[in-house]
């Protein structure tokens, strides 16, 4: 074939592609997914992906594996069992699929995956920011980074200003101060609030419950369980029957969309999988997650992270307390992390406080006419 032939070909499949987009409502997406793995067994995974094929006008559902009995009318790229992992690897990475549902993948450190949940109060949809991998070792630059994927995926599915909360989890004060900072520099992040009476963008158990935000910040152990037990509390934990997994991968200079699924994820999860994973490639995932990344670098996302970072503990075991006092109010909003070492800063100030842990978290509990002093010293030295 000359050079001729060749560029009327592509042009010849580019208007093909074009004109089955415009007759089928949409661009379609080759997604791959693993046809063996399942504690269903594989027919569940197969069920999975005629559901998606007849469901969703966006997505291909491409098997790899051996053929499965009964749904050799699905698409396959065959191999043996045993060579499924490494053959979707490699079918992600030559680009015969656009992108792949798995049961497990090898993400490098700084590759995560957002989840998606069904949540039962209101019905809604919610991101969870993160539920697989590992964004950094550090906590604090994790739920940072979780928070700009996540919003990256909220947008690759169109939601143009995502409402973002973070779970109240250890660090989550930090980082929701983290946030705030780079908000303040320009970063363009819309906070949710939680349905409780007290407010605040740092949720707890009934707001997820109720879906208050797009997209819910966590660590990837805790949004791990989550998307566990929102997927399967209505089968007792053995079927994963509803919500879209443990979503698409991200990371800094990550270009692959690899969504994971359990083991336990039934037909209506793996569909869902599909479809969301096809949705983020329309939408432009890598992309996404590459504009949000400049962007909130613009706005201090590397001195924040560095703010996170564990340093060597200061020597504050020499301050003694102040003479003990009635303590008749208490201050939100410290994390359980800082809360022993936000105390000793009062007491160098001759403040008498005490740690202590209210509903909501932490608390330190005070003289109530030193609350407005304890709270300029403590933002002062960056705890509030």
């Not at 949710?192 to 009934?206: I, K």
């Not at 879209?244 to 209506?268: F, K, L, T």
């Not at 939408?283 to 996404?288: N, S, V």
């Not at 400049?294 to 924040?304: M, N, Q, T, V």
Request: proline fraction near 5%.
């Amino acid at each position: 074939m000359n050079m001729s032939d060749t560029i009327k070909k592509l042009v010849g499949d580019a208007l093909n592609e074009i004109i089955e987009s415009a007759k089928n409502g949409g661009r379609k997406i080759r997604v791959g997914l693993m046809a063996s793995g399942s504690e269903h067994g594989s027919a569940e995974i197969a069920r999975g992906a005629r559901m998606a094929l007849q469901n969703s006008g966006n997505v291909i559902p491409v098997l790899i594996g051996p053929k499965i009995k009964g749904f050799e009318d699905l698409e396959y790229i065959e191999c043996d069992e045993a060579e499924i992992p490494s053959k979707l690897e490699e079918c992600v990475k030559n680009g015969d699929v656009a992108g792949a549902v798995a049961m497990h993948f090898p993400f490098p450190l700084g590759v995560t995956t957002i989840g998606r949940v069904f949540t039962p109060g209101r019905g809604r949809p919610m991101i969870l920011a993160s539920t697989t991998g590992t964004s950094s070792t550090v906590r604090g630059e994790a739920m940072l980074r979780n928070a700009v994927y996540g919003i990256a995926v909220a947008k690759s599915l169109g939601i143009t200003s995502p409402t973002v909360g973070i779970l109240n989890v250890d660090t989550a004060q930090p980082v929701f101060r983290a946030l705030s900072r780079m908000k303040e520099k320009g970063y363009d992040i819309t906070f949710g609030e939680s349905t409780r009476a007290d407010g605040g963008s740092v949720l707890r158990g009934n707001d997820i419950l109720s879906g208050a935000v797009d997209v819910c910040v966590t660590d990837t152990l805790t949004g791990n369980v989550l998307v566990k037990m929102f997927s399967s509390f209505t089968t007792g934990g053995s079927y994963e029957a509803s919500g879209w997994g443990y979503g698409p991968s991200c990371g800094e200079n990550w270009s692959n969309v690899v969504s994971i699924v359990s083991r336990a994820s039934g037909a209506p999860v793996i569909a869902n999988a599909l479809t969301f994973t096809a949705s983020v490639i329309i939408g432009g995932l890598p992309e996404k997650v590459a504009e949000e990344l400049k962007s909130a670098r613009k706005a201090g996302l590397d001195d924040e992270i560095e703010g996170l970072t564990p340093k060597a503990a200061k020597a504050e075991d020499e301050v003694k307390a102040p003479p003990a006092e009635p303590t008749d109010d208490e201050l939100h909003g410290i994390d359980v992390l800082e809360i022993d070492n936000a105390v000793k800063v009062l007491w160098k100030e001759g403040i008498y406080a005490e740690s202590a842990m209210g509903c909501t978290g932490p608390v330190i509990k005070m003289p109530a006419r030193h609350m407005e002093k304890a709270a300029e010293i403590l933002k002062a030295n960056g705890y509030l």
